[in-house]
């Protein structure tokens, strides 16, 4: 455990946003959280849960308590011929659990590749991508209640998994500190390349032609290339990915609009919805590439919003609503942040 007054979280955080808060703790054990709680200087203040700052916004110093798990390690749990079962550690990060199932020939993680953060933001916002959720592999989240430090599990059909949501960004949101999260995945032989996004079967069918020879490491690699040439490194210009979400819409309203705009890319869903890409609507809208102060929209995304150097909280958020307020007007659809905003 370690305890850190008055910290800058401009390192923590993808956006490069300078704030500090009161305190920032790193646990790494259940037992780290009652000692906490015993100390009033701690117990009185608001306490936040942070993983690697990958999919927030701060806004201004927080007289507040960040809290952050360390543990970071991997554990098989079970494996069968065709299966195993790994638990893993929140504070580990998640690009290098992924790359490790891969290089051990596990099928599963592989579209998440390059998705920055930790392992214990994936249950939480069940991060996704390329047509893969986390919940498509999540067995068991194991929390520790930041009040009592009583360890908690759920199983996934517990979980209330969603579009980028779940239980612990809702109900138990800044109440239960994902601990441990165990992953089942197939073993090489017994798993089969995901390719219903159809830019990643594109990609993958280049290189390998012959589907029955694609290994989960070729997909991971695959992925990282799009993704870098995709979205800008956050070294160099602080981002926290796709910013907005991708709206959905029913089948009517979809007509309603390809009536007046023309053909627009949609992907339906298991439900009928029709799930329309923001970053089309933003970039026909014309706001990539375009500036406001020290925020940007990505000329090489439009979905990404990013830090030209020295812009604050208020910056990003100011040009996210002017994208919103401007998508609302020419297609009537609102756009839903996917980032956190901290207040």
């Not at 790193?26 to 117990?43: G, H, T, W, Y």
């Not at 806004?59 to 507040?64: A, F, G, N, S």
């Not at 812009?311 to 009537?332: F, P, R, S, V, W």
Request: charged share 25%.
């Amino acid at each position: 455990m370690h305890i850190h007054a008055n910290y800058s979280l401009k390192d923590r955080n993808t956006f490069k946003i300078d704030i500090k808060t009161q305190y920032f703790v790193e646990i790494s054990k259940q037992s780290d959280i009652p000692v906490l709680r015993s100390d009033m200087k701690l117990a009185v203040l608001p306490w936040v849960i942070m993983g690697g700052g990958s999919n927030i916004l701060f806004t201004q110093d927080m007289e507040k308590v960040v809290v952050t798990c360390q543990f970071d390690k991997i554990r098989v749990m079970k494996e069968d011929a065709e299966n195993i079962w790994l638990s893993v550690g929140a504070g580990m990060q998640w690009h290098e659990f992924v790359k490790y199932t891969v290089e051990n020939g596990y099928w599963g993680l592989e579209n998440l590749a390059m998705i920055p953060g930790t392992v214990g933001a994936a249950p939480v916002q069940n991060i996704g991508a390329y047509g893969a959720e986390a919940r498509d592999t999540i067995t068991r989240v194991q929390t520790l209640n930041l009040f009592t430090g009583e360890r908690q599990e759920y199983r996934n059909s517990e979980c209330n998994f969603g579009y980028r949501t779940s239980l612990f960004k809702q109900e138990f949101e800044n109440r239960l500190l994902v601990h441990r999260v165990t992953f089942r995945l197939r073993k090489a032989g017994y798993g089969h390349p995901n390719l219903v996004y159809d830019p990643l079967k594109e990609a993958v069918l280049d290189d390998f032609p012959n589907l029955e020879a694609v290994r989960s490491i070729d997909v991971f690699d695959t992925v990282i290339n799009i993704r870098q040439n995709k979205v800008p490194d956050p070294r160099i210009y602080g981002n926290a990915g796709s910013f907005f979400k991708n709206p959905l819409i029913t089948e009517a309203y979809y007509q309603e609009l390809t009536a007046i705009h023309g053909d627009i890319p949609f992907h339906k869903t298991v439900h009928n919805e029709y799930k329309i890409p923001a970053a089309w609507l933003i970039e026909q809208a014309g706001w990539k590439g375009r500036t406001l102060r020290q925020a940007g929209v990505s000329e090489k995304h439009a979905l990404v919003l990013v830090n030209l150097g020295k812009a604050n909280g208020q910056d990003i958020i100011d040009l996210a609503e002017c994208i919103q307020e401007d998508i609302d007007h020419k297609y009537g659809i609102h756009l839903e942040k996917e980032v956190i905003i901290m207040k």
